[in-house]
């Protein structure tokens, strides 16, 4: 999982990402020094949630992703199935392009995650 | 109910004093009696007493210096034989207990280190994950920070979620929410308490409370954060809300400055849930984006495979867009960005 981060990491734009629990509890963080990691989970979790909420009477069923344009930073919350990517780019990032390697990734981190829930 | 059970709800003299206790303007008294508890070597319910009390009266600052004084006694005093029991016989609830008696000695990283140890160890066992929660809670208590009062909610939930009923994780959960100024809720978590000890500390603070604060109108703890924060609820009124022209396969809703409901499409969904929940996303989107250091929020995209939601910061409000058809995303986008601008300026 670290490794799949890591990779992640070099994608141009992307400035680091965490695997959490679906409750927000980190999991694996490689979000660099700058970043606060309680604060990316504790809201990552929170916008998740309200996102989900809002969805469910809308959809009747959560988002696969949840991307979150800012003035100085893109967030991107992907939903691995039990679980959650959180993603954080820089404002310039090409979201069409890069998107599809976090993609790539959360498919990835999805099986590993399936294989590791019996 | 009969006479003998009436007379067994009656509370009993102790039981009277020590509602006395918390009283509106019993600080002092309620310290002094955590005194004369500590004197007489009963530490724990002297720092249970404390423990309620801090909330009863929060903010309390001598409350607060002697749990601290006090808690830290009982953690010194337990190091050596949590250090022991933990080299001798590993267990998570050994690892959780000296994680406590770390963060309170102002070892976080080795507190965190153990609770993570015993959530390795038992990933189904709360206590892990309470210490966590209890460290947090602490810090939302006496620094008023969001970010310890979001976490210990969510290690306190997975706790409670371990094990229903856990004595400690519905006393930690029922003061964060009587910090955040919702008695409904603190008393429905107490309840199993209640019921079996009406004496606890806990419940008498919220007992007291609840007299003082109006009883929350909303179940929605992420509500509760965003009014704990900014100091305003949203109104929402049918009244107030202007109609938003906008194609059939669109619904639109804006939410003013305030969060509250201003407009919305004539096919847009207004169940008040469905509002409530719209406002905490803008609230929540808000409050995110600026404390993670990403600036003032854009826009954003919540995509499901059957439905798209795009919210568009302006004015200080949020308008939202959903459709059902997720093919009709650009043309959504499109819409919200320029028909909309026109509309707006109308």
């Not at chain 2, 919210?311 to 058809?325: I, K, M, N, P």
Request: glycine share 6%.
């Amino acid at each position: 999982m670290k490794r799949l981060l890591e990779q992640l990491n070099t994608t141009p734009g992307v400035m680091g990402s965490m695997v959490m629990t679906d409750d927000g509890i980190p999991v694996v963080s490689l979000l660099g020094t700058e970043m606060d990691e309680e604060c990316v989970a504790a809201f990552s979790s929170t916008v998740r949630l309200a996102a989900n909420r809002t969805a469910a009477q809308l959809d009747n069923q959560h988002p696969d992703e949840v991307i979150i344009e800012a003035e100085q930073g893109n967030l991107l919350l992907i939903n691995l199935d039990g679980a959650l990517l959180a993603v954080m780019t820089h404002a310039g990032l090409e979201l069409n392009t890069g998107l599809l390697e976090i993609r790539s990734v959360a498919r990835r981190l999805r099986e590993i995650l399936t294989i590791r829930t019996p | 109910m009969g006479i003998i059970e009436s007379w067994m709800r009656r509370p009993r003299q102790d039981e009277e004093k020590q509602m006395d206790l918390f009283a509106a303007g019993a600080e002092s008294r309620l310290l002094q009696a955590a005194i004369r508890f500590d004197d007489r070597g009963q530490r724990l319910a002297a720092a249970r007493l404390l423990r309620a009390g801090t909330v009863r009266f929060h903010p309390w600052p001598d409350g607060e210096l002697a749990l601290d004084q006090l808690e830290r006694t009982l953690a010194r005093e337990s190091l050596h034989t949590l250090q022991a029991a933990v080299e001798s016989r590993y267990s998570a609830a050994d690892a959780a207990r000296l994680s406590s008696a770390l963060e309170r000695l102002g070892d976080s990283s080795g507190a965190l280190g153990w609770a993570h140890a015993a959530i390795e160890e038992d990933p189904c066992n709360p206590e892990g994950y309470l210490a966590i929660a209890r460290g947090y809670l602490r810090r939302f208590r006496r620094d008023e920070d969001a970010v310890a009062g979001l976490q210990a909610l969510r290690y306190l939930t997975k706790a409670c979620q371990l094990h229903a009923g856990h004595g400690d994780c519905l006393r930690s959960l029922a003061m964060l929410l009587l910090l955040l100024r919702a008695p409904s809720a603190a008393a429905k978590v107490l309840r199993p308490i209640s019921r079996a000890t009406p004496s606890d500390p806990m419940v008498l603070a919220l007992e007291a409370l609840s007299t003082e604060i109006p009883a929350e109108n909303t179940s929605n703890v992420q509500e509760l954060f965003l009014r704990w924060e900014t100091g305003t609820s949203p109104v929402h009124s049918e009244e107030t809300t202007a109609v938003i022209p906008a194609p059939d396969e669109f619904s639109v809703w804006e939410l003013d400055g305030t969060r509250a409901l201003a407009a919305c499409s004539a096919c847009a969904d207004q169940r008040q849930e469905l509002t409530e929940n719209l406002s905490v996303l803008a609230g929540s989107l808000t409050q995110a984006t600026t404390r993670m250091g990403l600036g003032q929020i854009a826009r954003v995209t919540a995509r499901s495979a059957d439905g798209v939601l795009i919210g568009l910061a302006e004015a200080g409000g949020v308008v939202f867009s959903h459709t059902d058809r997720p093919s009709l995303e650009n043309s959504l986008s499109r819409w919200l960005e320029s028909d909309r601008g026109r509309e707006r300026s109308r």
